[in-house]
């Protein structure tokens, strides 16, 4: 039988916590590609809101039974901090709706309009030039393939 004065362990605490950085987790799984990637933010979601219930019930029990203060505090520092993380994965969920769908962007396998930019010594360089064999050696045959690298700029 358990003792009056001796408080339970704040189960529904832990649980929060466990499901609050599950859902922050899941958000790092959608990026592994995995067979139901569209799910992944739904289950986030779910994750997120199921640790909320758990963190109101454990921060009821925090205050409910006798412990000590350093208990207390750290239950209100674990409460924070799952709380912390179950509303940032709700944030991000909504935050990530409003994203636009890049419709204008080039898809995989679409063939590049032709341009010209300027390389790392000023020189222009078109598209169609990187596509011509070299000039004079005519046993090189023309590359198949361009990878371009977009730098933000220098700092």
């Known amino acids: 039988m358990p003792d009056a004065n001796h408080p339970r362990a704040n189960s529904p605490l832990w649980l929060g916590l466990i499901a609050a950085s599950a859902a922050v987790l899941c958000n790092f799984a959608f990026f592994l590609n995995p067979p139901a990637q569209s799910a992944i933010p739904w289950l986030s979601l779910a994750l997120a809101a199921v640790a909320l ?4 019930l454990g921060a ?4 409910a039974q006798p412990r000590t203060i350093a208990a207390r505090i750290f239950g209100v520092v674990v409460v924070l901090f799952s709380l912390l ?4 994965s709700i944030f991000g969920f909504y935050k990530a709706r409003a994203v636009p769908p890049s419709t204008d962007a080039p898809q995989i396998g679409e063939k590049v309009p032709d341009f010209t930019m300027t390389d790392t010594h000023g020189q222009s360089v078109s598209l169609s030039q990187l ?8 046993a090189t045959p023309a590359p198949k393939a361009v990878l371009l690298i977009f730098y933000r700029g220098y700092w």
């Open 53 to 56: 219930i758990f963190l109101a």
């Open 131 to 138: 596509f011509a064999p070299a000039p004079g050696d005519a």
């Open 60 to 63: 009821k029990n925090l205050f």
């Open 85 to 88: 993380l179950s509303v940032g």
